[in-house]
């Protein structure tokens, strides 16, 4: 730690002198680049003082707004409060966490020059007088053993027992001040689910678009088809019964096809196998239907709510979907469990890797599908593979149909 007080001097001046000089436009940029800086610094010591408190530190800043330019961006940095929280923490650091870390390295440092006194005794003047604690005096090889070593081992052994102390003490003031406000805790929640609610309805209004197109274009084209069809027959049917014969006949396929395509759109809204059989079934069942080698794994002690098993059943249906359009893969797995009040699904395959869930509809629309439930979705894409997707989902088991 002591060897990290030279960037945040650093990094202070850097922050005060381009805050001061956005007055011109050489501010601005500086602004971004500096804040950018401290907040990867924070965030390193967030993630240590989470470690010796056994707890993650969330990082409190406002989200970034898409589409802002350069100067609105710059005002959003100065008007976040976790930007001058995190100043405020470069002042509590170099004081106090200095001292705490100075007093930590002392007595490791003052312990072993003690302890190991007498072996550099001789390069003293012969005259030399140590006076250790104020009253205890060292003037010779012999009392630096018999004096040195016992101060020694007890500044180590102080050290020892006070250092996990003062490692918490430096922690506790990280998080004091690096950790979210409630009021922040709450401010990014609304955010996120404002940005959910809106991603929302996105997809719900696509989807309705999609069914509307569907239907018009499909079914309803051929029950329009069957209607002439059926209405040509009747016409021709007393001067000839074959043609109508003909007519009936087309009419029937016309029906079947209409009928098929029906079903196909209604299983796009909510597969039938989903209500008989539950996720279990469902995922099993569209397994089967995929020409990729897949394994499943699912370990759920029960069923869901109708609209959590349908978000999953659709997010893990349009994976595969993804996989065998682009991954150029040979076998995927798929493992569904549930813990703790939350639905993980992990799905892999053995493809060529690369997938970004910020530069594809498809993943993006499985993320959106999930956000409302307030669903995560996190994916490791290394190029060449292999890539494993997590979907995570909290929710509750349905009471009385655990097993």
């Not at 898409?66 to 004081?95: Q, S």
């Not at 490791?380 to 909290?394: C, K, L």
Request: proline share 5%; glycine share 8%; charged share 20%.
């Amino acid at each position: 730690m002591i060897g990290m007080m030279p960037p945040l001097y650093v990094l202070l001046a850097l922050l005060l002198t381009s805050i001061g000089l956005t007055f011109i436009w050489i501010g601005f940029p500086l602004v971004l680049g500096v804040v950018a800086v401290l907040r990867a610094f924070t965030n390193l010591h967030r993630k240590q003082a989470g470690w010796v408190l056994g707890t993650e530190i969330e990082r409190p800043y406002r989200a970034r707004v898409p589409g802002h330019g350069m100067y609105r961006r710059v005002f959003a940095i100065i008007g976040d409060p976790a930007t001058w929280r995190d100043v405020a923490w470069l002042f509590v650091e170099m004081a106090a966490g200095s001292a705490l870390a100075i007093t930590n390295f002392a007595l490791l440092v003052g312990g072993i020059g003690h302890i190991t006194l007498a072996t550099w005794w001789w390069a003293l003047p012969a005259d030399a007088d140590v006076n250790l604690m104020g009253f205890l005096s060292v003037n010779s090889t012999a009392s630096a053993i018999f004096v040195g070593v016992p101060v020694g081992v007890m500044y180590v052994a102080i050290w020892y027992f006070a250092s996990p102390y003062l490692m918490r003490a430096q922690a506790w003031l990280t998080a004091s001040l690096l950790a979210p406000t409630e009021a922040a805790r709450l401010a990014n929640r609304v955010q996120q689910l404002t940005v959910s609610r809106a991603d929302t309805v996105d997809t719900q209004a696509a989807e309705l678009r999609r069914i509307e197109r569907d239907l018009h274009d499909g079914a309803q084209a051929r029950l329009v088809a069957l209607g002439m069809s059926l209405g040509m027959a009747e016409e021709t049917v007393a001067r000839d019964p074959a043609a109508a014969r003909e007519l009936l006949a087309e009419a029937r396929a016309a029906s079947s096809q209409a009928l098929a395509e029906l079903r196909d759109l209604v299983r796009g809204i909510h597969p039938p196998v989903l209500a008989d059989r539950g996720l279990d079934g469902a995922i099993q069942a569209l397994v089967l239907a995929n020409p990729m080698k897949t394994d499943v794994e699912i370990d759920i002690p029960g069923r869901l709510s109708a609209p959590v098993e349908s978000a999953a059943y659709f997010a893990v249906a349009e994976t595969l979907t993804n996989i065998a359009k682009h991954a150029s893969a040979s076998k995927a797995w798929i493992r569904l469990t549930y813990d703790d009040g939350k639905l993980t699904m992990l799905i892999g395959d053995d493809g060529r890797g690369g997938a970004d869930a910020s530069g594809g509809t498809g993943l993006r629309g499985i993320e959106r599908r999930l956000s409302a439930f307030d669903g995560t979705l996190v994916v490791s894409s290394p190029i060449g593979g292999p890539t494993v997707i997590v979907m995570s989902v909290p929710c509750e088991l349905i009471a009385g149909q655990e097993r």
